[in-house]
């Protein structure tokens, strides 16, 4: 019931959202009025961590993969230009090569680094969390050949060697922050997820509350002082829609409403009367009481209409979502399309009318994955992005953040869901292009996706076709 087209719209506009606020991941800067004691510190801290980087170099698993190098941490630090001028000194000067292979064994050899490889493998949500701040913590202060080392380091003091682990303690607290909207930024899109699929239900409740309480004013037309023949015969055409009926007999139906106790008639009977007196007051409900016969197929058909006519346009009930859920808004033309179906398979006597939430254990796990992926690799995806844009007739000043998330988003899907198919994500990205940004913005994310897409396949980085 949800799909791929909702999910990478709510994946988007989290991301942006979360981006936007993103604390950005940034290592200790040269210190502006250094002293002797500073000076030793920020030395120190960047050998610390250019001996993290040539441990991961010396750490190997299977057909030459280095798992420490591609974590997140590492290719953060690896790309700052002290760092490597760092990396580069140590080796020129054999310093740290003997000291780096020891603790890359010791490394391999620890629970840690075990229990690391175990969560990443399964694809565990935080795999890397805290993996670094324990490595250093544990394996690396606590080796006496670095400890040595830090005290033959020019101007050594005891409170220079805790400035520098306050620094990197800073350091590796920063990236933990920084991964923190990844797991808030998840949790943000399984709930947005879970109210689109509450909106679903909600919308199928309309016809059955709608048709309980024009049967409950009916029965008391009936007992009234002063009664009509109508009162008394009224034409029960609306109140026996079969349809209705089928759905509220459904158990998956009955259970989800129980359970998440939705009720719109306690919940705001002004909203409800309005729709009742809405339906009842159109053509389309007088020319369904006018029928000679019905059968299940023109009930369902006058629900198909009062929704799509009445209901998906009334703009109190859309008010009213709005001001509910702020994902509804969002959510109603995807959610409106999936209750028309789900009215399509009692036509068809379908025995399970309700949608299951995802079609497959995969789509269950599409969002996740591809907002995970975003954060992790869109240092690279803004690098392609801006050689893309610098060789175009596109002006990088005015590029606007939504189409960066957009572009973003669509190469982390067209590189790590080789089942999805090229033009399939391309069309995607470039329709929510359309309707999320800019007017123009369809253009420009087809133009920067071909560019980049092109090179990558003839860099061999990119297999599709």
Same mark, same amino acid.
């Given at each position: ?320 979502? $709005? ?12 959610? /409106? +399309? *999936? !209750?028309?179906?789900? @009215?399509? #398979? ?81 069309? $995607? ?12 913005? /369809? +253009? *420009? !994310?087809?133009?920067? @996706?071909? #560019? ?14």
């Amino acid at each position: 019931m949800i799909n791929r087209v909702l999910i990478r719209i709510k994946v988007i506009q989290i991301l942006y959202s979360y981006l936007l606020v993103e604390k950005k991941f940034t290592l200790e800067e040269p210190p502006a009025n250094p002293t002797k004691e500073k000076r030793y510190a920020y030395g120190l801290y960047l050998d610390m961590l250019a001996l993290m980087v040539m441990i991961s170099e010396r750490i190997e698993r299977r057909r030459g993969e280095h798992p420490l190098m591609k974590t997140r941490f590492m290719e953060r630090i690896r790309v700052d230009e002290h760092v490597g001028n760092a990396v580069r000194r140590l080796k020129s000067e054999g310093m740290f090569l003997d000291i780096a292979g020891r603790l890359a064994e010791t490394v391999k050899e620890s629970g840690l680094y075990k229990m690391y490889l175990r969560d990443n493998d399964k694809n565990v949500e935080g795999a890397e969390e805290t993996l670094w701040n324990e490595l250093f913590n544990q394996i690396i202060m606590r080796d006496s050949s670095v400890n040595r080392y830090a005290m033959s380091v020019e101007g050594y003091t005891l409170k220079g060697l805790e400035r520098m682990q306050e620094m990197m303690q800073g350091t590796l607290t920063n990236f933990l922050a920084s991964q923190d909207s990844l797991s808030e930024g998840i949790k943000t899109l399984e709930n947005s997820l879970a109210k689109a699929r509450e909106l679903y239900f909600r919308l199928l409740a309309l016809p059955v509350e709608l048709t309980y309480m024009q049967e409950r004013r009916l029965d008391n037309a009936r007992h009234k002082h002063l009664r009509t023949e109508q009162d008394l015969n009224p034409n029960m055409r609306f109140v026996d829609n079969k349809a209705v009926k089928i759905l509220a007999d459904t158990e998956a139906f009955r259970n989800y409403i129980d359970e998440n106790k939705i009720d719109w008639i306690h919940e705001d009977p002004l909203l409800m009367d309005h729709l009742l007196k809405s339906v009842i007051d159109s053509d389309l409900y007088r020319n369904y009481m006018e029928m000679p016969e019905t059968d299940l197929k023109k009930d369902v058909e006058f629900w198909r209409e009062a929704y799509r006519k009445i209901i998906f346009n009334d703009p109190n009930f859309l008010e009213s979502l $709005e001001e509910s859920s702020v994902f509804w808004n969002d959510d109603i033309d995807i959610m /409106g +399309t *999936f !209750v028309l179906k789900t @009215l399509r #398979r009692i036509e068809e006597s379908n025995i399970h009318p309700i949608l299951d939430k995802y079609k497959d254990e995969e789509d269950a796990k599409f969002g996740s994955q591809l907002m995970t992926h975003v954060y992790h690799d869109r240092v690279q995806y803004a690098e392609w992005i801006s050689n893309a844009v610098a060789d175009s007739e596109w002006d990088a000043e005015r590029l606007a953040f939504m189409d960066v998330v957009i572009l973003e988003t669509a190469l982390a899907e067209i590189l790590n869901f080789p089942k999805i198919p090229l033009n399939v994500s391309i069309n $995607e990205y470039i329709e929510i292009a359309k309707s999320y940004s800019s007017a123009k913005s /369809g +253009t *420009f !994310v087809h133009g920067v @996706l071909s #560019r980049i897409i092109s090179r990558l396949q003839d860099s061999g980085q990119l297999l599709k076709r």
